[in-house]
Structures are given as C-alpha cells and as structure tokens.
C-alpha cells in the first residue's frame, strides 16, 4: 500500500461519520445500531474492561444485560486511520463524570456488503 492510499479524504469522512454514529448509539444505549454496526459473524471479537465477548451472538448478548444508565462520556485523542478504501482502525480515550479512569477504546473497522463494520473492538480501563 502506497502512502497515498492511507486517509483518502472520502473515505475518511465516510469512517469518521460511522465512528460517530457509534459514539451516539452507544451513549443513548441504542442497540439496533449498535448492532448494524458491528459484523454480523462469529469472528467478531469484542474485548471489554471486564468481558471477552466472542461472536455476535455474545456481543449481542452483552448489549441486551448491560444497564442504560451512566452511559455518557468524554471522548479526548481520538485517531481515526483508514488504510485503502475498506480498512480503518479508530482509537480513542474517553472519561466518565464521577470518575478518575480513563477509558480507552480501539476499533477496527472494515467495509463489508457496502458499510462499516466492527470486526474487532477493545475497551481499557487505567486507573
């Protein structure tokens, strides 16, 4: 891959406006997006700060128990890459009011059957 391939300004755009549909999604505890937006296969892989999530079946399992309350935060550093024009990886660090830790998060993204998705995600906490 030649350099000029890495942040084609189109697509770019395109990742960043997903990136940011996630970030709403995820924030107003909206699971059919956040569900679209992750790879509907069993290889996708989510590593959370207190879970290992295998699949989409087990993502899927995740996002129906987990709480909708105290899911705002602060988004700070984030870096979004794409590589060509179907691969990408977005990384980020967040806060939560109340809290000390910072987050960090890390995605990858790839264009499959003509949109964004989530093939490997993992989230941190540092103390």
Not at 51 to 68: D, Q, V
Not at 71 to 100: H, P, Q
């Amino acid at each position: 891959m030649s350099p000029e391939q890495i942040d084609l300004p189109s697509v770019l755009a395109d990742v960043t406006a997903a990136f940011q549909r996630y970030e709403k999604a995820l924030i107003s505890n909206d699971i059919e997006v956040l569900d679209e937006l992750f790879w509907h296969d069993e290889r996708t892989v989510r590593l959370g700060a207190g879970e290992n999530l295998y699949g989409i079946s087990e993502i899927r399992k995740f996002r129906a128990a987990r709480p909708a309350a105290g899911l705002y935060r602060e988004l700070r550093n984030t870096v979004i890459t794409t590589y060509g024009d179907d691969f990408a990886v977005c990384s980020t660090e967040f806060t939560r009011e109340g809290s000390e830790r910072i987050g960090r998060q890390q995605q990858s993204w790839v264009k499959l059957d003509g949109g964004w998705r989530i093939v490997a995600a993992q989230v941190s906490l540092m103390s």
